[in-house]
């Protein structure tokens, strides 16, 4: 069952502005994630079934790579479907800011 529309926060960690975007289906969900200008960045998928999350990087990361598959793996995981998760950030994520996002993505996913 699908949710209604799609979902938009602003979430503000260590004074940097990420925008998070979700766009809820029957079978998963589409995120993105950016900071300042809205732009695709790289790219992961991720499947979820049952136990077994499968994931591909589409668009490689020069950096934060791990932040993004496990936002893909773990909402695909969540939702037992499909998630794909773009990221375009101005500089490294710290363990703190990564954290802090994550939490809100997953609220965002579960309501």
Sequence with gaps: ???????????????????????????????????????????????GSGTRTSTATI??????????KLVSERVASTTNGICIVSLNIQKELGLETMKVVMNEIMEIVRQ
Aim: a positive charge; aromatic letters at 10%; zero cysteines.
């Design 1 to 47: 069952m699908s949710q209604v529309g799609y979902k938009k926060k602003t979430v503000t960690v260590d004074a940097r502005d990420f925008l998070v975007q979700v766009l809820p289906f029957d079978n998963g969900n589409f995120i993105s994630i950016t900071e300042g200008k809205e732009k695709i960045g790289a790219m992961v998928v991720s499947i």
């Design 59 to 68: 668009i490689p990361s020069k950096s934060d790579s791990f932040f993004l």
